[in-house]
């Protein structure tokens, strides 16, 4: 049919009837990335699922569009989150100390090749890489030795 889609998922632990229970939940509740040609989303929407959302964004014209991720985001994004059975860290931008910071390339490690941007996180000592879908979401890293980074 032409489409892939990916829900990034993590580990959710809650307390039921003193029990600590263990479930894998999505990352971003009702959201599903989706890689396509325009018209075929569209046909699907019109034909199959009348209820799917798009995420908007503005155009560079100014108009409201649906999101389109760039592929190096997608790809960087997957490789973190596809990379290891470890337990990742989900942020919203708004809880990531953005600074206007080093862009950097992972040299090593299940990470090799991964680009993002170096941060120091609220409330943390250590630096890690930060992958972004812009304005969405951001995964972070483990921690990595200084010599895995290389400024770009």
Known sequence: MGIHCYVPVTKDKKKVKGRLKEK?????????????????ITSIKQEQIHYLRYVMSNS???NREPMVVPSYQMENFL????????????????????????????LGGIFAGLEGKLVKLKK??????????????????DTLPPELVEKI
């Open 24 to 40: 894998i939940v999505p990352v971003l509740h009702n959201y599903i990335f989706v890689y396509s040609t325009k018209a075929i």
């Open 60 to 62: 560079d014209e100014g």
């Open 79 to 106: 490789l973190v989150t596809c990379a290891s059975e470890k337990d990742f860290q989900f942020y919203i931008p708004s809880e990531v100390n953005l600074k206007k910071g080093d862009k950097v390339r992972v």
């Open 124 to 141: 943390e000592k250590f630096k890690r890489v930060v992958v972004e879908i812009e304005g969405l979401i951001g995964v972070v890293t």
